[in-house]
């Protein structure tokens, strides 16, 4: 499986980002979304499984979409009301078990990042 993120960008705080991941070969995983900010862990964002059942880490609660399109393999992240304190390279991830987990050692595979600055 591979995975090609894309969608990030540099904007303006309250401002909006969707970022999409897509998959090649199978698309029957749980995917996640990652970030990881200089001289920080990267940190689990949210997940979704196959049938669409979603997490979200507390921090990203009500600002955070994750969807996906299985007939397209494609897993989006809406962004809103962006914060400084989002900016981070954005990595999708897979994973083949089926239930979403925080850890990112759980994930399988993993997209290239994509950067998304936020000024202020």
């Known amino acids: 499986v591979q995975l090609q993120a894309s969608g990030g960008g540099l904007v303006q705080a309250g401002g909006s980002l969707r970022l999409s991941c897509v998959a090649s070969?199978?698309?029957?995983?749980?995917m996640g979304w990652f970030r990881q900010a200089p001289g920080k862990e990267r940190q689990f964002v949210t997940g979704?499984?196959?049938?669409?059942?979603?997490y979200y880490a507390e921090s990203v609660k009500g600002r955070y979409t994750i969807s996906r399109e299985n007939a397209k393999n494609t897993v989006y992240l809406q962004i809103d009301s962006l914060k400084p304190e989002d900016t981070a390279v954005y990595y999708c991830?897979?994973?083949?078990?089926?239930?979403?987990?925080?850890?990112?050692?759980?994930?399988?595979?993993w997209g290239q990042g994509t950067q998304v600055t936020v000024s202020s």
């Open positions: 979704i499984t196959r049938s669409g059942s979603t």
């Open positions: 070969g199978s698309t029957s995983y749980v």
């Open positions: 991830a897979a994973r083949r078990a089926p239930l979403i987990s925080i850890m990112w050692m759980d994930y399988d595979y």
